[in-house]
């Protein structure tokens, strides 16, 4: 079975193999078609007052949908930290798997 990647952002385009979501709303209805994930990059800030790509660490947590892979690359250093930071303690009290590969690699904003 094909596994899909998927890169939350805003403002950065996605590498070509990812598909591209903007908000985090559209971002959990991907995830909650329970199809394979291998790969989830999410930034933090998106433009809304509302969500964030934080909502997105918790709504894998409490569904315990877990990609292979998750990159934080948030540029907003605080929330990027925060994020992964809540990750590797999820992973160190059993609530996220072992074999789930979790990285914090900021990327910067990039403008055309």
Do not use: W
Request: proline letters at 8%; a positive charge.
């Amino acid at each position: 079975m094909e596994q899909r990647n998927i890169f939350l952002d805003d403002v950065r385009p996605s590498p070509d193999d990812h598909i591209l979501v903007t908000t985090a709303e559209d971002c959990m209805l991907l995830l909650k078609e329970n199809l394979p994930v291998y790969h989830l990059s999410l930034d933090h800030d998106l433009g809304s007052k509302h969500t964030n790509g934080f909502e997105v660490v918790l709504f894998l947590l409490k569904n315990k949908t877990f990609p292979k892979r998750i990159t934080i690359h948030s540029a907003n250093a605080p929330a990027g930290k925060k994020m992964y930071n809540h990750l590797i303690d999820a992973k160190r009290a059993g609530v996220l798997p072992a074999h789930v590969k979790v990285f914090h690699r900021p990327l910067p904003i990039r403008f055309p």
